[in-house]
């Protein structure tokens, strides 16, 4: 069974997601940053020697930032086709990916990866791709995606979810229901004080 879920249904999944082949020869490099917690797990970054090993096959695939930034200019008609996404991954700038692409909305998918869910980076990515970037197409969240997330995540702005393996994604959908009326605003709603008509009472 398929672990993509797109709106609140299991879909098929038309994305092939790269990644780049890790070699047991050299060490694995690091991404600090300045949250404790991150400076604590720390996350893989790609190495030159991953991104240029990198196999892009054909067909809709979704890519890492890093690799696309060394391949763009061979990849620019598949971008222009609709078959090439992006993988953001939370230690990323999401600066980044705005400055590498003229207008963001070029691709059909963004997909934000989260190594170790250990803070909440994911949601704030999420919230800024929609609010302050304008992004309107899929947003996809990938990597260590839990049912106890999808609720909040829905909230950031993300549309599709990759259930991590071993989870069930029926269950997963499910939480999408969790709550009826949340207080705060949202990247697609507004704070529950502000929907209350006090005309009326």
Avoid: C
């Avoid at 060394?70 to 953001?88: C, D, H, P, T």
């Amino acid at each position: 069974m398929s672990q993509l879920i797109k709106g609140k249904q299991i879909a098929h999944d038309e994305w092939t997601r790269v990644i780049p082949p890790s070699f047991g020869d050299e060490p694995v490099r690091k991404q600090a940053g300045k949250v404790v917690m991150f400076k604590l797990h720390g996350e893989e970054t790609f190495t030159q020697k991953q991104i240029d090993a990198t196999l892009i096959p054909a067909g809709k695939v979704l890519i890492p930032l890093a690799v696309w930034l060394a391949k763009k200019e061979s990849l620019a008609q598949r971008l222009a086709a609709g078959e090439i996404g992006i993988v953001l991954q939370t230690h990323e700038p999401i600066e980044q990916l705005v400055e590498a692409f003229e207008n963001l909305n070029s691709l059909p998918v963004i997909a934000v990866y989260v190594q170790i869910f250990a803070d909440g980076r994911n949601f704030t990515l999420g919230n800024l791709l929609r609010t302050r970037y304008g992004f309107k197409n899929e947003l996809r969240a990938v990597g260590d995606i839990m049912r106890d997330q999808l609720f909040f995540l829905q909230r950031s702005g993300f549309d599709s979810y990759l259930i991590k393996d071993g989870r069930n994604a029926e269950e997963a959908i499910a939480s999408l229901n969790d709550f009826t009326q949340p207080y705060q605003g949202a990247s697609n709603d507004v704070p529950v004080w502000r929907r209350l008509d006090r005309s009326q009472l």
